[in-house]
């Protein structure tokens, strides 16, 4: 792997522990907080004060003139795979006519492929394009089959070298063998214990779906995991998933799960489309954390979440893309158009995203005095008047999504104007075209 050091530009420009305003925006953070002319005044990782841009402004304090753009919390993608950023142009190795076929064929294929270069790299192309995105955190669901031990800590230094944060787990799985079951489980907890008490970095326990883990390895993991620490796993992606459980004497992929004792408030269930009865009465009860990625059901022609069942949810990209905000439009386009409550919408995007991000890393997420400095300045600039209350279809219409004017990571400015202020784009550019030439060389195989 080319040390890290390599990777940053001459200039390294990342701003670090000095103050500086951000301003002549609108600033708001969907909630109470909406201020024409605004500005942010930082000082080292956190915001020292919140204003309007004549009440900020300071004489020899660095002024960034936005010039009217829409200032906003950074954005959380809370279900991604940085897996799969290589894997853009690749053909399944058979058929793709249901979703095993489709995990057989390409996800396994690859993910059984990746080494420790091509998990380091495809983790800091996406975590780039999620910064270009407005993304300050993501939640990533790794596999890498063949390179299990060390996997999560070499995605936390690409996570660490780009300066954003991560919640980074490993796609337990039966499918490799009883050995390989124990690695990926050690691997979780591992990283888990490491990050306890970081404050950018968390583990999780990373679960790939009920349909490839046994009861015996469910039992264990229950039994080998600290209570508190919570699960990602896929869960009721399709509906072999549902069967698979049904099949094993459970009344549901999310029952199969509580029956374990591995569900709370903080784990992570993606997709959620494939449910039964039973299993929606557990997530009114648990409330754990449900992440809709409505552009990969729709890619994987899977159907959609119920909402009318579930209304509390967050979304994720599961490893289509990097644009948070692309993927609220989706999850409109998809739904009821222009049928949609946008006041929900802006529920998700907004209220669920905070309450969720602070269980993981408190004093992140809304606009306030002594927070962190996340901050996405969107490229758009509102022409028609901007309410709390019509925020969402600003977003939906007016941005809709689309590469931000500037994105700030605990007070380092991360990306501004169209580059990445401190790495070498280049040199990451020509290293993962190397990488992933021998990637692609091994998935052909
Ligand atoms: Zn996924």
């Not at 192309?125 to 800590?153: C, E, P, Q, R, W």
């Not at 029956?259 to 959620?272: P, V």
């Not at 005095?369 to 279809?393: F, H, Q, R």
């Not at 941005?399 to 070498?424: A, P, Q, W």
Request: proline share 2%; with cysteine.
């Amino acid at each position: 792997m080319v040390m890290a050091k390599n990777l940053l530009n001459n200039t390294s420009t990342k701003k670090e522990s000095i103050r500086y305003i951000v301003g002549n925006g609108v600033v708001t953070d969907g909630l109470n907080l909406l201020l024409d002319n605004g500005a942010i005044l930082i000082n080292g990782e956190n915001i020292e004060k919140i204003g309007k841009t004549d009440e900020i402004k300071e004489e020899g304090i660095d002024f960034i003139d936005v010039e009217g753009r829409l200032i906003i919390p950074g954005l959380v993608n809370f279900h991604h795979h940085l897996y799969s950023s290589l894997a853009v142009g690749l053909s399944p190795h058979g058929k793709t006519e249901n979703f095993i076929h489709i995990l057989e064929n390409l996800w396994w294929r690859l993910d059984s492929a990746l080494d420790e270069d091509s998990v380091y790299y495809s983790a800091l192309l996406g975590i780039i394009d999620s910064i270009k995105y407005g993304v300050t955190t993501i939640f990533d669901h790794h596999a890498s089959m063949n390179y299990v031990s060390n996997s999560l800590f070499t995605i936390e230094s690409a996570f660490k070298l780009a300066g954003i944060k991560g919640v980074l787990c490993f796609e337990t799985s039966d499918r490799m063998g009883k050995e390989e079951v124990q690695k990926h489980i050690d691997e979780n907890l591992e990283f888990y214990r490491a990050h306890e008490d970081s404050l950018s970095i968390k583990g999780m326990f990373g679960l790939h779906a009920n349909l490839t883990l046994s009861d015996k390895t469910l039992k264990k993991i229950s039994h080998m995991k600290p209570e508190k620490m919570p699960i990602h796993v896929h869960c009721g992606e399709d509906i072999t998933d549902l069967d698979y459980c049904i099949k094993q004497g459970y009344r549901g992929v999310v029952d199969r799960l509580y029956k374990f004792g591995l569900l709370n408030s903080t784990s992570i269930l993606a997709h959620a489309v494939h449910l039964s009865e039973e299993d929606y009465g557990i997530l009114e009860n648990i409330k754990p954390i449900v992440v809709s990625n409505p552009e990969s059901n729709a890619n994987n022609r899977e159907g959609k979440m119920d909402r009318r069942q579930i209304k509390r949810f967050v979304l994720g990209t599961d490893g289509m893309s990097g644009d948070m905000i692309g993927t609220l439009r989706s999850l409109y386009l998809l739904g009821e158009g222009i049928q949609e409550s946008l006041d929900e919408m802006k529920k998700i995007f907004f209220n669920y995203q905070y309450d969720i991000l602070r269980k993981f890393f408190p004093e992140t997420g809304i606009f306030e005095k002594g927070g962190k400095a996340d901050i996405a300045v969107l490229d758009y600039i509102p022409i028609t008047p901007l309410e709390l209350n019509n925020i969402t279809s600003h977003l939906i219409f007016g941005v809709k999504g689309c590469k931000v004017h500037m994105t700030i990571s605990n007070g380092n400015i991360l990306y501004k104007e169209g580059r990445i202020t401190f790495l070498d784009e280049n040199k990451i550019i020509e290293e993962s075209k190397r990488v992933t030439k021998e990637l692609h060389k091994r998935y052909y195989g």
